[in-house]
Nanobody
Framework: QVHLVESGGGLVQAGGSLRLSCAAS????????MGWFRQAPGKEREFVAA????????YYADSVKGRFTISRDNAKNTVYLQMNSLKPEDTAVFYC?????????????????????WGQGTQVTVSS
């Protein structure tokens, strides 16, 4: 079992920055992949970024490339999402997710159904 807790959401003006954190606990995390997803009202949950606990591979949605950066601190079992140049369309509830790394994850890491572990979400609101 993996327990995830997000923090760092809030209200920010367009062009501003926020850093989200996802504290993970439970099983050995070195074999897991971590993802950030977001869900705006009336829309499906969409992939934002992902990272492996081991190695340096990162993955991004086209809509956030160059603006968002995913990183991890293995010592703290925490994954971060640094969000810069925020836009009103980034407004959503952001969720952290975890799933053991493997061929299934690699084939479908942009799909929410691939992840078995989820945090409670943190609201990000970007005003224009």
């Amino acid at each position: 079992q993996v327990h995830l807790v997000e923090s760092g959401g809030g209200l920010v003006q367009a062009g501003g920055s926020l850093r989200l954190s996802c504290a993970a606990s439970g099983r050995t995390l070195s074999s897991y992949a971590m993802g950030w997803f977001r869900q705006a009202p009336g829309k499906e949950r969409e992939f934002v970024a992902a990272i492996l606990w081991s190695g340096s591979s990162t993955y991004y949605a086209d809509s956030v490339k160059g603006r968002f950066t995913i990183s991890r601190d293995n010592a703290k079992n925490t994954v971060y999402l640094q969000m810069n140049s925020l836009k009103p369309e980034d407004t959503a509830v952001f969720y952290c997710a975890a799933e053991p790394y493997g061929s299934r994850w690699l084939a479908g890491y942009k799909r929410a159904y691939v992840y078995n572990y989820w945090g409670q979400g943190t609201q990000v609101t970007v005003s224009s």
